[in-house]
């Protein structure tokens, strides 16, 4: 059986995908599966060993460039390699007019399947006009957590039902591997940079936090000048944190992977510590806990929710309370 997966975007919700992988897998060995991906997580994807080819796909690029020869001949090649294979499903987890076109490029087999869902989950950006690409409409409940929602849509169309919890296939960490930049012993990860202000935890409460846990080194990332501006007020007030150097995604991935203790928002990276089972406090102040929340693990406490952020109390006693226990 040949399996193509379509999720483009973004880093969590590419994240959020990867179990599909293993329950594919588990109820049909020997199943091959390939995916189409943003060419940002093309290396998220390719830590999954059992995705057998990765296709990269640069539509913000590829726009901004049509003019360019090289970029239509990039544009001709991925059609291509898209192309290269019949599959037996292909499935649109995004629901986007974009993934459904890169759906409906796609080779299947006769009998094959192009399966997508039917509708979306609360405050998603589902398009609903993707659902013309399809073969086959699969629906969700309106609040379908993000990992599961993937899981249940290959469920249904492969006839098998979901009978364990989600494995995102990723290696775990390797002690001899660890990067240079990367202190040697135990330390703690603030990811606390998001894109939305909103969802942001207060820097007096990161403050506290990082003073409860020291002499524990803390280590702060930013992904924008703005975000480096923040880490380094948060750096002036701890004596045993350290704003880092900007990182590439795989050596975000890999802070996340070796570390002894995650704290975060409601972002990417920390639900890739969650993935990886490490001690990690999810912190939400200004989105919904029930679409995102590390449910798979007692390492992962989720607190908080829309409106109501949690207190630094809350979040240091979890902490502590998961150092202890590792």
Do not use: C
Not at 81 to 94: H, M
Not at 128 to 154: D, L
Not at 241 to 248: D, E, F, I, Q, W
């Amino acid at each position: 059986m040949k399996i193509l997966l379509v999720r483009v975007s973004s880093l969590g919700d590419v994240l959020h995908n990867l179990p599909m992988v293993a329950d594919i897998l588990r109820h049909h060995p020997g199943a091959q599966i390939d995916w189409v991906v943003e060419e940002g997580y093309v290396s998220l994807v390719r830590l999954n060993p059992h995705v057998r080819k990765v296709i990269p796909f640069a539509l913000r690029r590829w726009k901004k460039g049509l003019r360019d020869k090289a970029v239509r001949a990039e544009l001709r090649g991925f059609f291509r390699d898209l192309r290269a294979e019949q599959y037996d499903y292909v499935f649109d987890t995004q629901g986007l007019i974009k993934t459904g076109i890169i759906m409906a490029a796609a080779r299947v087999r006769p009998g094959g399947q192009k399966v997508g869902m039917a509708n979306g989950t609360e405050d998603s950006g589902y398009e609903g006009v993707s659902r013309i690409f399809h073969s086959r409409s699969i629906p969700v409940a309106p609040r379908t957590h993000a990992v599961q929602r993937g899981r249940e849509v290959a469920a249904a169309a492969l006839g098998y039902a979901i009978d364990s919890p989600p494995d995102f296939g990723l290696p775990a960490p390797d002690p001899a591997r660890r990067p240079d930049w990367m202190p040697a012993g135990d330390y703690a990860v603030f990811f606390h940079g998001t894109a939305r202000d909103a969802k942001k935890w207060a820097a007096t409460d990161w403050i506290a936090l990082g003073q409860a846990l020291a002499p524990m080194p803390v280590l702060l990332p930013w992904g924008s000048p703005k975000e480096k501006e923040e880490a380094e007020r948060l750096a002036a007030g701890l004596p045993n944190a350290s704003v880092l150097p900007r990182l590439s995604m795989m050596d975000a991935v890999e802070l996340a992977r070796h570390a002894a203790l995650a704290v975060g928002v409601d972002t990417g990276l920390t639900h890739i510590a969650a993935a990886f089972v490490r001690p990690t406090v999810e912190i939400y102040a200004d989105s919904p806990r029930w679409k995102t929340e590390g449910n798979w693990s007692p390492r992962i406490v989720n607190l908080g929710d829309t409106g109501h952020p949690p207190s630094s109390g809350e979040v240091i006693l979890a902490a502590q309370r998961l150092l202890e226990q590792s």
